[in-house]
């Protein structure tokens, strides 16, 4: 579990490219299974060995310059608010301009660690020019240049000093978070399960210093749930800012074992959707999504609730082995139902399998389909075992795993989930040297 980064900045001063230099290398190893970066703004990141996630705002304001102005300091307020870190982006072919010095008034009251990164210098020349932005009143700044990498050592061995140890803490019960856009009934999901008499033994402070783990315990099921959808509320933030709904998705997600993903059925499986989902995915939680207000759909007939299942598989492949469920929280229609799936998917998701009896499953299935040869080279796969994850990873040993392609590793995904049942788990196929 690491800590959240969030780069701010006015446009064009080479957030994007910063970030992606960042996420590159571990984006290459942890997105190599669906072969696409989905969510081009929120990616994973290690440096000396600390792991954190990393947000670039700017990717989320879309529209004009005089449109960024208002939106710009809404973005630095929640960065402020949700980040641990903040890398404030300038550009020093432009010097200091006006929105940088907006931006600069509101992070010199921070108390968290805010570093000054001026881009784009990539010459001693460069290098004297950066001087005026001393005028920021920010202290010390980092001169890099985003393009070719160089300086970008220097910040990154400085921030991951400055950010918190995050220490897991293990809870024996299960954890499920409800995630979803605004205003998709994440709310009135909690209450209705939770009852208006509110069966709470506890309200623990959650790990995540903001959201509220209700412990849950009914009808024989015991679990905390991640609220995301009550915590503190700003009355300047507007709901609707799609940056605010992931960076406390984020939060919680990374916090959680299953993830209740809601959605509202009267506006689909939207992009900002799919990028919660995919996010979840992405961190290896358990998922179960609920479409919620089926009862306000139009015209239902008798295949809708299948051709709208097709629809969302069609968008989360190739990971479709997800339960979908159609619910009404208004009327509590297959609420239980809801929370027993989650139950059954964290289980999945804890589920080891006997060595030896993966290997009498699997070895039969690789010698009747093994993986094709490359270049006039046989690939034997001799063994294979689950890894001793908090997850579903499988190995299987062979002589030359560099020639194993991606087809025959999700072809060996599939028969895992045909043989044992890892639905809404996501799972990961390794080839190791024998």
């Known amino acids: 579990m690491g800590a959240i980064v969030a780069i701010v900045g006015r446009p064009n001063v080479g957030k994007s490219t910063f970030f992606n230099r960042l996420i590159q290398r571990r984006e290459a190893i942890v997105d190599a299974v669906s072969g696409v970066t989905r969510d081009r703004h929120y990616g994973k990141s290690d440096w000396n060995g600390k792991e954190f996630s990393i947000i670039d705002t700017g990717g989320y304001v879309v529209g004009s310059d005089d449109v960024f102005e208002k939106e710009i300091d809404k973005q630095v307020e929640l960065a402020i608010e949700e980040a641990d870190a903040i890398i404030f982006m300038v550009d020093v072919e432009t010097g200091v301009t006006g929105m940088d010095e907006d931006v600069a008034k509101l992070l010199r009251r921070v108390k968290k660690p805010v570093f000054l990164a001026v881009n784009k210098v990539d010459n001693a020349k460069r290098a004297e020019d950066a001087v005026e932005f001393y005028s920021l009143g920010l202290g010390e700044y980092y001169t890099l240049s985003s393009i070719n990498g160089g300086g970008t050592g220097e910040l990154l061995d400085d921030l991951v000093e400055k950010l918190p140890d995050v220490i897991e803490e293990k809870s024996e019960l299960p954890r499920f978070a409800v995630v979803g856009r605004p205003n998709a009934g994440k709310s009135s999901f909690i209450n209705a399960l939770i009852g208006e008499d509110r069966y709470i033994v506890t309200d623990i402070a959650g790990t995540t210093r903001d959201s509220i783990d209700t412990k849950y315990n009914r009808f024989g099921f015991e679990f905390n ?138 070895l039969p299935i690789i010698e009747n389909y093994p993986p094709p040869a490359y270049k006039g080279k046989f690939v034997k796969i001799k063994f294979c075992t689950q890894l001793p994850t908090p997850y579903p990873q499988f190995a299987f040993f062979c002589n030359l795993p560099q020639y194993v392609r991606e087809p025959y590793k999700r072809y060996l995904e599939n028969k895992i989930r045909e043989e044992y049942d890892f639905s809404g788990v996501p799972i990961t196929v390794f080839m190791r040297k024998k």
């Not at 209740?260 to 995915?281: C, H, K, S």
């Not at 239902?300 to 629809?311: C, G, L, P, R, S």
Request: aromatic share 8%; glycine share 2%; charged share 30%.
């Open 225 to 362: 749930l991640v609220d995301t959808a009550g915590i503190r509320r700003k009355a300047k933030v507007k709901e609707d800012l799609e940056f605010y709904s992931v960076m406390r998705s984020v939060r919680a997600i990374e916090h959680c074992d299953v993830c209740i993903l809601l959605l509202d059925a009267t506006r689909g499986f939207d992009g900002q959707v799919e990028n919660i989902f995919w996010l979840a995915q992405r961190n290896h939680k358990g998922i179960v999504i609920l479409v919620n207000k089926w009862d306000l759909v139009e015209e239902k007939e008798t295949n809708t609730i299948k051709h709208y299942t097709d629809k969302i598989k069609k968008a989360i492949e190739p990971f479709t082995d997800v339960p979908i469920l159609f619910v009404s929280v208004l009327t509590k229609q297959r609420i239980f139902k809801a929370i027993e799936t989650a139950v059954e998917v964290y289980n999945k998701r804890n589920k080891k399998i006997v060595t030896r009896k993966f290997n009498e499953t699997m």
